[in-house]
């Protein structure tokens, strides 16, 4: 398929992103502004504007509307606070559905807060991070899955979007994990794709797509050495595709392992975001093409439009064609 023809059947693709949907809040401060606090010497920071965008599955959800697939929808679970009113209303501005998504009032919304300087453009401060700070309520768990079993029937790709850091997880709980295996043995037709940051390794039966870092993490954790075909062997799948920044990405399937290159882009002005926008373009190009190598060249070609962009970008169908035909100038 050509890349014009991978983006027309995308239209016809139906796809899920399950996990950590999170909102990303960009805060734009002002070193001048910045005092000791009258009250307790601490200094201050003066925010002078900030907007909210969808991070981490919200980023993958995100370009997959960007890339006009046919039906996007979340599931994960939203906080009943400002955050997640913020993060319902960024979702739905870009037509993806919330029918499935579970609110707890009991949980906080999974939000990033990044801090940027004013005069350099640069976040330089900590973030102030909302995060998951104890395991998934038994019952919201019950109910994640409960959804993700009855709704999957309608969706021709589901993403699984494991961002919590903390040790217990976010929403992809053993649970979660486990059913997603059971779905893809049921499903076999349908791409079930997986990107964790840290938990890479305890997925099994279902397309795993790590970065270098996490790749080579999950294999010396299990086997003391970087051994990439052992590691798909470990995790039951026929396909991992490991991103690999400026390098493109390794396709690894049984027996062999394909590198597709990409162009390095000079100077990215925001990488953060690229390997959610790498998943939301491969994953829609593998239920498009069935070619993993097709799949791996055409999420690079979305990354490669995304890190151009402040904040987490997403490529447009015209953006994407536009990067392609840079490549043969």
Not at 13 to 18: D, E, P, S
Not at 145 to 158: H, N, T
Request: charged fraction near 20%.
């Amino acid at each position: 398929m050509t890349t014009a023809e991978t983006l027309a059947a995308i239209r016809k693709i139906a796809a899920l992103v399950v996990g950590d949907i999170c909102l990303d809040r960009w805060c734009t401060y002002d070193p001048g502004l910045s005092e000791p606090s009258r009250e307790t010497g601490i200094p201050t920071l003066g925010v002078m504007g900030s907007y909210v965008s969808p991070g981490a599955g919200g980023t993958v959800a995100n370009n997959l509307a960007s890339l006009n697939a046919y039906r996007i929808a979340v599931l994960g679970v939203l906080g009943d606070d400002g955050n997640g009113f913020e993060l319902e209303r960024a979702l739905q501005a870009r037509g993806v559905s919330l029918d499935l998504m579970i609110k707890d009032p009991q949980l906080p919304t999974f939000t990033y807060n990044k801090l940027f300087n004013s005069e350099t453009g640069v976040e330089d401060r900590p973030r102030v991070d909302f995060i998951p700070f104890r395991p998934l309520p038994p019952g919201v768990e019950r109910k994640v899955m409960q959804r993700l079993e009855s709704a999957i029937g309608g969706f021709d790709v589901v993403i699984a979007s494991d961002h919590a850091k903390t040790e217990h997880g976010g929403v992809i709980t053993p649970g979660v994990r486990s059913l997603l295996r059971t779905l893809a043995q049921r499903y076999p037709d349908k791409v079930i794709w997986v990107h964790s940051r840290r938990r890479s390794h305890l997925f099994r039966g279902v397309i795993v797509k790590p970065n270098r870092q996490e790749a080579d993490e999950a294999s010396l954790r299990l086997f003391h050495t970087v051994d990439y075909e052992r590691l798909r062997n470990h995790l039951e799948t026929n396909l991992m595709i490991v991103t690999r920044g400026s390098d493109g990405a390794l396709v690894v399937e049984p027996g062999r392992a394909t590198a597709v290159m990409t162009v390095p882009v000079a100077n990215p002005i925001y990488p953060c975001g690229a390997a959610d926008s790498f998943s939301a373009g491969a994953a829609l190009a593998l239920a498009a093409t069935g070619s993993p190598v097709e799949a791996a060249r055409f999420g690079n070609l979305v990354s490669s439009v995304t890190i151009m962009k402040e904040g987490t970008g997403t490529a447009s169908p015209e953006e994407v064609l536009a990067a392609e035909a840079a490549l043969w100038k």
